[in-house]
Structure formats: C-alpha cells, structure tokens
C-alpha cells in the first residue's frame, strides 16, 4: 500500500516555534528586563561580538570564508576563516596601541571586501564600537554622520578616504580622530597621496599578540549584552541619516534569528527537530551583493555566515554581469540581497540554463509578484526566504519561508518569536483589525537603543513601553502574518483614498516585459494625486508607456490605475543598499506628468480589454 505523502501543513507556525524554543532548543528564550521594558531573548545567542567571532574564527578555521576583490583590481581573493582572524588580531593590536578601548568609536568606510570587515571586527575583539559610513555620501552628510559620532578614529579604502579628503578640516574641527587608508595609495594624485596616512598592515609582538587573544587588561570585564554594540544610518531619505545605536544583543540577534525561517519552513513540511536542525553535510557558496555599510550585508549575511561556516562572495559593487561571473567561477548557490537584484540576475540571457541555485534569501524591499514561482519552477528543490526589519530592528523582524512563501509571496511571515508586531490606524492611533491597513509597530529585544546624540527622534519613534514606529505601512492577515505594502510618506492619496504602491507594482510587475518597477503619486489640481509609474525593462524587450497603462488597467481597481508611465533606459535610480530611490523616481515622474498635462486635470481613458 503506497504510503500517503505528510499533509501540509503538518504543524502550525506557532506548533513550529513552540519545538524551537522548548528548553535546550535552538530558539530557547528567557525574559530580561531592557530599559524598564521585560523582553525576550535568545538564551542561546553569544552575549558579545567577541565571543561570537571566536567561535566561528574557531570552529571553521580551515575553511574559505570569503572570495574577496582585491584593491584597484578585478583580481578576487581567497580568505580563510583562519587568516581572517589572524588580519583581525592585527589590526585590534594596532587599534589598542593608538589608544583605542572598551567604548570608544572606530569608523569604517569602504566598497566591500573581506578588509572591511577586518576593521570593525578587531574594534570588537577590544570592546570598541564600530561606526560603519554609507562611502557613497556627498560630503555634508559624511560630515554630519562622523560629527554627531565623533568616531576616535577613521578607517578606509583609499577611494573612501581620497574622497573625504576635501572636509579632513571641517571632520578635525568636529573632534572625528584621524582618518587613514588601510589600501595603498599610489594610484592617486602627488597631492592626494601627500593627504592620506596609509596604513599598511601592523606587525604586533609576540606580547601584543597574547593581550588581544586573552582578552586580559582590556576592559572587557564592564561588558553585558546591553553594553553599546555599534551604530548604523538610516538612508537619510528625506534629510540626514541618524545614527542608530544598538546593543551587542540587539546587533547578536541574526545569530538564531537568521536561520529561523528555514528551520520554521522544514517544521511546517513535517520534518523533525533532530532533521531541521541538522549541520550542513557541505559549505554553502553566497553571492552578497548588498553593502557592507547597511544591516543586511553587514550583520544578517556574516553573523548568520558564523554559525553555519558558509563561504561568502562580496561584489564591490552591483552589477549583473559581473554577479554571474562571479555565480559561475566559484559555483554559487546561494543568493542574498533585495528582490531586484534576484530577479535581474534571473532575467538575464548571461545567465547559464543549467546554473542550479540551493536557496535565495530576499529582503530590503517589498516581493514582486510572481517571483517566487518563477523561481521555484526555474530551480527545482529551491529553498526560498523572505524577511523584513530595518536598520532600527537591526535586520530580521519577521521571517518567512518554504511553502508558505510560495503561497503567500506578498508577505513576509509571522514575527519571529522574540519579536512582536501590531498595526495602529495612521490618523486615530487605534490598532487595527485583521486586513485592515495602517502603521507597523515593531518591539523586541533587537530594536535599537537610540537614535545616538538624538533623544528627539528618539522619543517620536519609540514608546516608554518599548513599541518602535517603523514608518511602514502594511497589514497582519488573519493569520498573523504581515504584508508590507509601502512607506508612510510614499502613500498615494487619490481624492482621500489611500493606494499603496505595492498594490500598483504588483500587477506591474507580472508584465514579462518589465524589470523594475516603482509606483509614485502624480499630482492633480482636484484629487490631490493621482496614481503614476516608472519601469525599467528587460534585457531585448519593448513597451511603450501606452502599452503598459492599457495592460495594467486590467489587473487593477479603477483607482489604482495608473494615469502616467515613465519608462526608464537602464536601471530605475536606487540607493547604495539597492532600493529604488521612490523620491527620485517620484520627481521625475511629476515634472514629465506636468509637461505632458500642462498642469491640468487628465485621466487616461479606461483601457480596451
């Protein structure tokens, strides 16, 4: 008698994360109390970066941790876990004998490499707190950033560091320490190079050596998980970046939370605790091509990397051609990073038939419609995830994956269990029903101390009660899970009624033809806005704008549709972290859609269907 396949789900979510947190589990919590708010937390997550980077430094010593580019070169190196601890010793006996300790600030600011990470690492090995700079600023904003940090010193490539040349004065005035370049520099100008320190790597003594592997005379006793952990910028979108302070707990959380969408997904197709939990039989391969500035490349990829011993391939800076090459030379099967770049890598004819993908981990930006079917249908097997957080959750929030992303690609899954959720109405303040659309709320143990040197934004943005404003729209389904469906201020407002541009970009989105998209208001002189659109497309494809509003029309309610579309040659605008700058986008959308109109009212006629 043939054996009847393990009806889905076999367990409800909150049946999966009662097994993963049970005592002596992966999940395992306990609740503390973190600023007069009790919270949970992960019992089983290090209690400080030290400790987590010795452990997998330790455990995975002889493996390649990173394929790395090499400075002013298309070259790529191999890195060992091994010798990137030993570079990381190195540059903490370094530090330490320019006087850095426990709390002082370290600033880093590079393209991505294995050396990036060299610098704030060894900042933890003496309890110091890493700054990490967006190296794509203009130069004001480098200055507020390092000026309301008042890093004691700053280190970086040699393009970062020739760049913010030009403001060493105004940054010395500020109190920022001194700046240097851990990246020769002979390739600059006689006077850029006479303006930088280059600091070549630090040979420590013998005794040097030991007081940083032992941790013995720095400081390190005073340490807790509270303790300052290391500070992030928000993108700044609509004025200056703040500094968002974390805690070494809240910046640790990755550790068990990074993997708690697969271990979830696998409890929910039947499998067993001993079976979900099980250590990799061979060492995953990532493509990350987010920087290493922003939360999602610096914490969730490297400090999940510390439990698993996976290998990491870091692009300096995107582009789909080269991220298959990349793919291809060192077999890459896993991909990280926004949906956007997924699905360019998918859409592109570079791309071999036969490459096979294991697992893709999306995050950063809302899921367009139908990618993940395509990609489980383009890659059998597949494992596919999705999360949502911000630089203030310090990555992950909620988490979602398997099936249950296939049958719910719009949203991104239930809290995970040390996190909590809610949606309050934008205008009464009351929290909504099921369905029912509005502000996310988010509280947990991996939120934020503090918009650092900021306590005004900081009181506007979290409640005495711990509750966190995330400035996202969106809704909990009667499930529980969460659907993100804009930011607040990229709402469009048609004659009072609010329409998401997640809405719009979905059915744009199933157009074979379009690559990008991005849904943005368009103003009107009797609705106030109406509903606009921008799209790239791909590789060998063509729409004209009218081809795409009679297409879209369809798919949409009456209100929804767009009026204008904009189609863009090459990629739309988007941020260093590779997030569509809506703002940007919004602009030109308006003043094309006022030439087009003259400023007057116009609707398009409905589509022919």
Not at 288 to 298: I, K, M, R, S
Not at 334 to 340: E, F, N, S, T, Y
Not at 417 to 432: A, L, N, S
Not at 535 to 549: D, E, H, K, T
Request: hydrophobic share 40%.
């Amino acid at each position: 008698m043939a054996q009847l396949a393990t009806p889905y789900p076999a367990r409800s979510t909150a049946e999966c994360d009662a097994i993963l947190t049970a005592p002596g589990a992966v999940g395992e919590m306990q609740e503390v109390v973190i600023g007069g708010v009790k919270q949970r937390v992960w019992k089983n997550q290090p209690t400080n970066y030290r400790a987590a980077l010795e452990y997998g430094f330790a455990k995975y010593a002889d493996r390649v941790m990173y394929i790395s580019p090499l400075p002013q070169s298309r070259e790529y190196e191999q890195v060992s876990y091994a010798e990137q601890r030993r570079r990381v010793l190195h540059m903490a006996a370094w530090l330490r004998k320019q006087g850095i300790r426990q709390g002082d600030k370290v600033a880093i600011g590079a393209d991505n490499s294995s050396r990036f990470l060299v610098v704030p690492w060894a900042a933890h090995y003496l309890g110091a707190v890493p700054v990490y700079i967006n190296s794509t600023l203009h130069n004001d904003a480098t200055v507020h950033c390092l000026g309301i940090t008042r890093p004691n010193i700053v280190l970086g490539d040699a393009d970062f560091v020739s760049s913010i040349v030009p403001i060493m004065g105004r940054l010395k005035e500020k109190g920022v320490g001194p700046v240097y370049s851990y990246e020769p520099v002979d390739h600059l100008s006689p006077a850029l190079q006479a303006a930088i320190t280059y600091l070549p790597e630090y040979q420590p003594s013998t005794a040097e050596l030991r007081e940083i592997e032992s941790g013995e005379g720095l400081g390190l006793e005073v340490m807790h998980p509270e303790s300052e952990g290391h500070i992030f910028f928000t993108s700044g979108t609509s004025g200056m970046p703040k500094a968002v302070l974390s805690s070494q707990r809240a910046a640790l959380h990755n550790y068990i939370s990074g993997t708690f969408a697969a271990l979830r997904a696998q409890l929910r197709a039947g499998a067993t605790y001993e079976q979900a939990t099980a250590a990799p039989t061979t060492q995953a391969c990532m493509l990350v091509p987010a920087p290493l500035f922003h939360v999602t490349g610096c914490i969730s990829w490297p400090t999940r990397q510390m439990t698993t011993g996976a290998r990491i391939v870091w692009m300096k800076r995107w582009s789909v051609p080269e991220a298959i090459r990349l793919i291809e030379k060192y077999n890459v099967n896993v991909l990280g990073g926004v949906p956007a770049t997924t699905k360019a890598i998918l859409q592109s004819p570079l791309l071999p038939k036969e490459r096979m993908f294991s697992a893709i981990s999306t995050g950063g930006a809302p899921v367009q419609a139908g990618l993940v079917s395509d990609l489980t249908k383009r890659f059998p097997g597949l494992s596919c995830t999705n999360g949502w957080g911000l630089t203030e959750t310090n990555g992950l929030h909620n988490a979602l994956g398997g099936r249950d992303y296939l049958e719910n690609p719009e949203s991104c899954g239930a809290p995970l269990p040390i996190c909590d959720v809610k949606i309050v109405h934008q205008d009464t303040g009351r929290e909504c029903a099921a369905g029912e659309m509005g502000i996310i709320w988010g509280r947990g143990s991996n939120v934020m101390t503090c918009y650092y040197n900021n306590p005004e934004a900081t009181r506007k943005a979290v409640t005495p009660d711990g509750w966190f404003n995330t400035g996202d729209m969106g809704c909990l389904d009667a499930g529980g899970y969460l659907h993100v469906r804009d930011r607040a201020k990229d709402i469009i407002i048609r004659g009072g009624e609010n329409i998401a541009s997640a809405e719009v970009e979905n059915a744009l989105a199933r157009l074979p033809e379009a690559a990008e998209v991005a849904a943005v208001a368009v103003p009107d002189p009797v609705l106030g806005e109406l509903v606009g659109c921008a799209i790239s497309l791909a590789p060998g494809r063509f729409l004209s704008p009218q081809m795409v509003l009679d297409r879209v029309a369809p798919m949409l309610r009456y209100a929804a549709q767009p009026v204008f579309c904009h189609i863009y040659e090459g990629d739309l605008p988007r941020n260093a972290n590779g997030k569509i700058k809506k703002d940007v986008v919004k602009q030109t959308c308006a003043e094309l859609w006022v030439q087009q109109t003259g400023g007057r009212r116009w609707v398009r006629n409905k589509a022919k269907l």
